[in-house]
């Protein structure tokens, strides 16, 4: 007897790969505005952090077109994301202002 329930989340099978690619360059969209907007504000070390976000996200997307394993494109994400969230984090600690000629610079 096989009564074991499927797995939660199971009725995701059903969603088809490019509606995946969507959601995940959508989120690439959205990391790179971040992206912006943190370097602009004199972080650019957070900045890299986003980038390696997206990094992350593109490697999701090779394995919905089909051109790598689940496993090895979540891995890989995984690592990127961790990677992303210490670099974001260390790079807020410290503001890069850049240096205006004729005002004095406070350091």
Do not use: K
């Amino acid at each position: 007897m096989d009564d074991v329930a499927p797995p939660f989340g199971s009725f995701m099978e059903a969603m088809p790969h490019w509606a995946f690619i969507i959601i995940h360059s959508v989120l690439i969209v959205v990391a790179l505005l971040l992206y912006m907007r943190t370097r602009n504000a004199g972080f650019p070390n957070a900045a890299t952090g986003f980038l390696l976000f997206v990094v992350a996200e593109l490697s999701y997307i090779t394995y919905h077109a089909h051109q790598t394993h689940f496993l090895f494109a979540h891995i890989i994400a995984e690592v990127c994301d961790v990677l992303a969230l210490v670099t974001i984090a260390l790079g807020l600690s410290r503001r890069v202002t850049p240096v205006v000629p004729g005002t004095p610079q406070h350091r």
